[in-house]
């Protein structure tokens, strides 16, 4: 069961998928500053992350499969669909009604969420 997080602006809490798909790119590009700035950041609060649960599994893959229904995909048929995975769980969390996924992707994600550009939001 996913614990509830406290809304202020002064929280703000990622999904586990984003932490990976940063993670996996700064150790493919071997970059060991940014590497060490992630540990740190990971590091200054605990519960940072939202999990990955069975329920947003399954609302992920139909949203992947709705949207190429639809004619609008997000990524290719064979790609790990982060994006759609991103979606399922902020929609998956707390009823999802009024999370906000800040993104440089508001296009796709836009599709399935509330998206707002990241130098767009309040601090």
């Known amino acids: 069961m996913a614990r509830r997080l406290p809304f202020d602006r002064r ?12 993670r996996r790119e700064l150790l493919r590009a071997q970059k060991t500053a940014g ?10 609060e605990s519960n940072r992350y939202l999990e990955l649960t069975d329920g947003a599994l399954r609302l992920a893959a139909e ?11 997000t990524s ?10 991103l979606a399922a769980q902020a929609l998956t969390f707390d ?11 508001t ?16 601090a």
């Open 63 to 73: 949203l992947w499969a709705k949207s190429r229904q639809q004619g609008r995909p």
């Open 76 to 85: 290719s048929a064979h790609d790990l669909d982060i994006d759609v995975i």
């Open 35 to 44: 590497l060490a700035r992630l540990d740190a950041l990971v590091e200054i």
């Open 95 to 105: 009823g999802g009604a009024e999370i906000v996924v800040v993104t440089t992707n």
């Open 11 to 22: 929280h703000r809490a990622g999904p586990a998928i984003i932490y990976f798909e940063v």
């Open 107 to 122: 296009r796709h994600l836009g599709q399935f969420v509330n998206a707002r550009l990241w130098n767009a939001t309040e």
